[in-house]
């Protein structure tokens, strides 16, 4: 794990984040998987796609919780689908990865990392 994925696992989220769902569908079902891709936008810039997350989950919590800890910017993009995925600024794979693991929402296993990682 780099230096970056541990400062972000030693950052605490201020106030009250609870992601826990009542359906107990904190765990993704084994076919449902969550993909983290990354996208080059130009020279040395890349936009991280999070889709997959199930629509239980409140979207703009977990973008805020993104946005705070990451300290990226980031956006909720309706697909042409009808699907949502969230967009955030630079790569942030192994970040999100890690914190979808820490806060319960899903296990390694239904987390998708597509791409090389550097």
């Given at each position: 794990q780099s230096t970056w994925g541990k400062r972000i696992a030693k950052k605490k989220i201020s106030g009250a984040m609870n992601f826990e769902v009542e359906n107990d569908l904190n765990q993704i079902d084994e076919e449902n998987y969550i993909h983290l891709r990354v996208q080059q936008r130009s020279g040395r810039k890349f936009i991280t796609i999070i889709e997959g997350i199930p629509t239980e989950f409140d979207y703009p919590k977990i973008l805020?919780?993104?946005?705070?800890?990451?300290?990226?910017?980031?956006?909720?993009?309706?697909?042409?689908?009808?699907?949502?995925?969230?967009?955030?600024?630079?790569?942030?794979?192994?970040?999100?990865?890690?914190f979808f693991k820490e806060q319960g929402i899903a296990k390694d296993e239904n987390i998708k990392i597509h791409g090389a990682l550097a």
């Open positions: 805020r919780a993104f946005r705070k800890l990451f300290n990226c910017n980031g956006a909720i993009v309706k697909e042409k689908d009808g699907r949502e995925v969230i967009q955030l600024t630079g790569d942030q794979r192994q970040s999100v990865s890690t």
